[in-house]
């Protein structure tokens, strides 16, 4: 299966450079930078860099576009205020897998006017990586969002934006359509068949896998697609109120628990094989869609190594 084909020009470091700092302009600009603990994370820089390769940083894109405790709106003198406009971005060294994983989110949040103004504000340009051995990501998932990819000798145009980009730097001649380089990572994601999930309820590898979960719930909080949250009022003694939206997670005690007590999913097992049919068989109005992008953010950061790819081969072979 092949990535898909976009406009393309050649375009080498000296010219990437010119076009990179027109581009960034009055924008902030963010891009996966390595920090003395070695963890890589998505930070402010004065330029952008040039380095045609990609990263991915700990935290993905979901921490510019969906803040961990974003404010909705504040009551005070004199009213209502909405949050303030959000500022014009530059994110630079994006990995096709997170550039999936942004198409994801653009899905789940079309109608979120919040969302839709961050990210009518966002220009992202994606990079070629070097997968990881247990990076796990799919052609055949959603094409690639974000703008522009640059492998440090040719430029593409994936969104209407990019490929007017791409047709300014060549005004004598056409861009040709070209695939993108194509990341080789080292295993393919097993694909689990609903019917084989469905009968999986109640089948004692979840409670067996989910025996050293520690509900610390780093596996979603690290996941590009994860976006789950919750709705809190801040009411301060002056009177004043503010809304916010902040990160929730399924392997939390009152994710699931609703009105007069009653959870949904009161056990760990319960809760590890909703994130699995959440993760590997799409949800809701993306049902069929998987939510995984092979990043295997979620494998690294969990401390008592649970992994979903396992136990997708695990019900691909032998069934519930
Ligand atoms: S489930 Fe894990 S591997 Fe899949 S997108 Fe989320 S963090 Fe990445
Ligand atoms: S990171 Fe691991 S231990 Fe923590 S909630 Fe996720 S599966 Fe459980």
Redesign the pocket.
Same mark, same amino acid.
């Given at each position: 299966m092949l990535w898909p084909a976009f406009p393309s020009i050649p375009l080498a470091r000296e010219q990437a450079e010119g076009l990179f700092l027109r581009l960034a302009g009055d924008r902030q600009v963010w891009s996966p930078q390595c920090g003395a603990d070695g963890l890589w994370r998505l930070q402010m820089l004065d330029r952008p860099p040039l380095d045609a390769a990609a990263q991915l940083p700990f935290l993905p894109l979901k921490k510019l576009l969906l803040p961990a405790a974003d404010p909705l709106w504040h009551h005070g003198s004199p009213g209502y205020a909405p949050p303030p406009p959000p500022p014009a971005l530059l994110v630079t060294g994006v990995a096709l897998c997170d550039l999936q994983a942004l198409a994801y989110l653009d899905q789940t949040f079309a109608d979120d006017p919040l969302y839709c103004a961050r990210r009518a504000r966002l220009l992202v340009i994606g990079a070629p990586c070097t997968p990881a051995d247990d990076c796990a990501c799919r052609a055949d998932g959603l094409p690639p969002a974000g703008d522009l990819f640059w492998d440090g000798t040719r430029l593409w145009g994936l969104s209407p934006a990019g490929r007017e980009i791409v047709a300014e730097a060549v005004p004598d001649g056409s861009p040709q359509t070209v695939a993108l380089p194509v990341p080789s990572p080292a295993q393919p994601m097993s694909m689990v068949d609903a019917a084989d999930f469905l009968a999986s309820a109640g089948a004692p590898l979840w409670e067996a896998e989910a025996a050293r !979960? &520690? @509900? !610390?719930? @780093? !596996?979603s909080a690290v996941c590009p697609t994860c976006a789950c949250y919750e709705v809190l009022d801040e009411a301060r003694l002056d009177g004043t109120v503010t809304r916010r939206r902040v990160w929730d997670n399924c392997?939390f005690t009152d994710h699931a628990r609703v009105a007069g007590g009653f959870d949904f999913r009161p056990g760990r097992g319960a809760r &590890?094989r909703f994130r699995f049919e959440h993760k590997r068989l799409g949800f809701g109005p993306l049902r069929g869609l998987p939510a995984c992008v092979g990043c295997g953010r979620c494998r690294r @950061?969990?401390?008592?190594d649970?992994d979903l790819e396992p136990i997708a081969r695990r019900l691909c072979q032998e069934g519930a």
């Open positions: !979960c &520690l @509900a !610390c719930g @780093a !596996c392997f &590890l @950061a969990c401390p008592v649970i």
